[in-house]
């Protein structure tokens, strides 16, 4: 008997300890970032904690880690009331939207009053509540209408990021105390709380998200769209087994029991001392413009978070403001969700248009009534041909969903037919254009007209084309300069616009003197420019930047180029089949390819280019151009310490070769801030993804 005693106090005590320690453990590892021991270590320590457990049951109590799943389905949920209603944010889109919330709770509050902020990350996931009676968790919740939540508590004991049980007074008073926030302790030893209550967020990282995903894809089950609805639906759902397997997260971000905070940065702090988790990410800002700065940042670089966020969230800093701004409808006057600019939006089509290309294509273009998207204001969207108009369904009137992801151009995802009035007209191509019958040739897509340099309208645009950022980089020569040139008869090509005088621009309205000199600066500036630039910028039919760099490859390969005669000496040298040989290049673009340097008219261009002192730089072999020797890189985002041109360039310089679509032939993707469908795309296919900063290094 004495024995069997003595071997309960015995597991009692060990019991005691194992507990101890794997909180400790869980804490330093989640909330510190600390590993103290590794986590096949850790599992060990809860299997024989679980084993004794199984062994004296007498012994489990509501705190141990073991119980982070226990127990048979729930039937239903139980309500919860809230101590204070749980609120949600209203929402910004802009600067000027954070201005205006910022100048109405102003008014408000005293007059010079010091105001700071401070923002946070907006989670993904589903808001929720933790009651602690004694440092134990004894309660969790959803918000439900905000007053009134459903009892979770089994569930959320799943997720090892919420702590079962606080850390011990003399730990969180130590803690507190290394913040350097005395106020605080000073008002903990004289009231220490019985009942403590947190806010937080439940969500499932991407990783898990992905997994999840593809179990299911193997049992042919249906997909899930999002992390957020997957955490959503293993909360709300009555099986604590199931919300185990899902593996959710978590972090806390509102202290409601008042222990003398005087500022919203100070809850995170306390909550972070009693052991709860809080994202490392959040900050404080001084003002505005802080705050504008670290939206912009996690704008850039969400991407390389673990889980998904919609935008910031930004907090009047003072507790007393919060409390005497108050709640408006449900939301708090203190706070707003700094969103982040959509990837798609609903608009209407008030009209489909056609334009021409530099080749003679005809590209339906969707005329919108304008509607913010990915941080700027869009008014036009491709329908690309016949056949994308045919599979929309869509018609002049209609309401659509546009999306543009990174530098794409923006395009109609979605036509909403439900919402039809009856009044949408359908959109029918015109069977003439410039004077020329439009026609649609076999195996092709698009329609076209077969003269394209009998029409003006073309001309124009080959002109667009040739000064562009990725032709000959005319800055400050655009559409409308060359509108202003067109129209006055001072160019019929782009030859001409070389010999270009500041007094030829004179007498032009728009041109002042010191517009004259910087148009014909940048004109001179450009007259010697890069090879396979000088091949994209004469608008051969189907020759993008990629496919010109693989021609001068080629062509450099033949003679030293550094003139327009010299390229085109180099280009007759080759008969149709040779251009075949070119890696990359179909029997398409041989054809569009051979008959350009044959064609009596392009080759008097290319020749009025070398007469009016245009040159070549052609690519030379170095130790540092072969660095990116057979790399295929893939650009996507926005880059901060160059352009996508310079980019370009410097991996063109280096050997390598851009892309401008994601495929497996494809080495790495450069993913700057505000990435699109590319990035997802190489996440997919597991293309290796680097950062701005890898990318520089790798050029070093």
């Known amino acids: 008997m004495s024995k069997n005693l003595e071997t309960k106090v015995e597991a009692k005590e060990r019991i005691e300890k194992l507990k101890k320690a794997i909180h400790r453990y869980r804490y330093s590892r989640l909330v510190l970032n600390k590993e103290l021991i590794s986590s096949e270590a850790e599992d060990t320590l809860k299997k024989e904690l679980f084993d004794l457990e199984q062994k004296f049951p007498e012994f489990v109590t509501p705190d141990s880690p073991t119980q982070r799943v226990g127990g048979a389905p729930l039937k239903k949920f139980k309500k919860i009331r809230h101590s204070e209603r749980m609120t949600s944010f209203n929402d910004a889109f802009s600067e000027d939207d954070i201005k205006d919330w910022f100048e109405r709770d102003k008014k408000l509050l005293p007059a010079g009053a010091k105001i700071d902020f401070y923002c946070e990350l907006k989670l993904d996931g589903l808001a929720i509540s933790m009651i602690y009676e004694n440092g134990i968790f004894k309660t969790g919740s959803t918000r439900g209408n905000g007053l009134v939540g459903e009892d979770v508590t089994a569930n959320l004991k799943t997720i090892e990021a919420i ?3 606080l850390l011990d007074r003399e730990e969180v008073l130590k ?5 350097k926030l005395h106020h605080i ?3 903990l030893k004289k009231s220490w709380p019985k009942t403590i209550e947190a806010r937080g967020e439940a969500f499932m990282d991407k990783k898990n998200f992905k997994n999840l995903n593809a179990e299911r894809k193997k049992k042919g089950l249906a997909l899930y769209a999002n992390p957020r609805n997957v955490a959503a639906g293993s909360i709300r759902q009555l099986n604590p087994k199931i919300t185990a397997a899902r593996r959710l997260d978590s972090y806390a971000y509102i202290l409601v029991t008042d222990m003398g905070q005087k500022t919203h940065e100070e809850e995170h702090l306390i909550l972070k001392a009693f052991g709860f988790r809080i994202n490392p990410a959040n900050k404080r800002a001084e003002n505005l413009d802080k705050v504008f700065a670290f939206h912009k940042y996690w704008s850039g670089h969400r991407e390389e978070l673990k889980f998904e966020i919609d935008g910031t969230v930004v907090m009047i800093n003072s507790e007393p403001y919060i409390k005497r701004l108050g709640i408006v409808g449900k939301a708090p006057r203190a706070g707003i969700a700094y969103k982040f600019s959509p990837k798609q939006a609903e608009t209407i089509v008030k009209n489909i248009i056609v334009q021409i290309g530099r080749t003679g294509v005809l590209t339906p273009v969707a005329i919108l009534k304008p509607v913010q998207i990915g941080g700027v204001t869009v008014s036009r969207a491709t329908l690309n041909n016949e056949d994308e108009i045919k599979r929309l369904g869509i018609k002049i009137g209609d309401t659509a969903i546009v999306g543009r992801a990174g530098d794409v151009i923006p395009d109609v995802v979605k036509v909403l037919k439900e919402l039809r009035t009856g009044h949408e007209k359908n959109f029918h191509f015109p069977k003439t254009f410039c004077g020329q019958k439009v026609v649609r040739l076999a195996g092709e897509a698009a329609r076209k007209i077969l003269h394209p340099e009998k029409c003006e309208l073309v001309n124009r645009r080959r002109l667009y084309h040739f000064v562009s ?14 509108d202003e040139l067109l129209n006055n008869n001072l160019i019929s090509d782009a030859a001409d616009l070389f010999g270009l005088e500041e007094g030829d621009l004179a007498p032009l309205e728009r041109f002042a003197e010191k517009s004259a000199q910087n148009v014909i600066s940048s004109i001179k500036k450009s007259s010697t420019i890069d090879l396979y630039k000088f091949i994209f910028a004469l608008g051969i039919a189907h020759v993008g930047e990629e496919t010109a760099a693989d021609i001068g490859k080629k062509l450099a390969a033949l003679k030293s180029i550094g003139s327009p005669e010299d390229l085109l000496e180099a280009a007759q040298k080759l008969k149709k089949d040779d251009w075949e040989k070119i890696a990359k290049i179909g029997p398409k673009v041989r054809e569009a390819i051979f008959g350009y340097f044959s064609d009596k008219n392009n080759i008097a261009f290319i020749k009025k280019l070398g007469a009016a002192g245009v040159k070549i730089i ?26 996508r041109e310079e980019a370009k360039d410097k991996i063109r310089e280096a050997g390598g070769d851009v892309s401008s679509s994601v495929g497996l032939s494809v080495d790495y993707v450069v993913a700057g801030f505000d990435p699109g469908e590319k990035y997802d795309k190489a996440k997919k296919l597991g293309v290796k993804i680097i950062s701005e900063k890898e990318f520089l290094n790798m050029l070093k």
Do not use: W
């Open 469 to 482: 950022k990725a032709a000959f980089d005319m800055e400050g020569v655009g559409p409308k300069i060359i």
């Open 618 to 643: 052609s690519p030379k072999v170095t130790p540092a151009s072969t660095k990116l020797k057979d790399k295929v890189f893939v650009l996507t985002g926005g880059l901060e310490t160059l352009t």
């Open 163 to 165: 702590p079962l049980k």
């Open 185 to 187: 302790v000073s008002h």
């Open 175 to 179: 803690n507190i105390e290394r913040m």
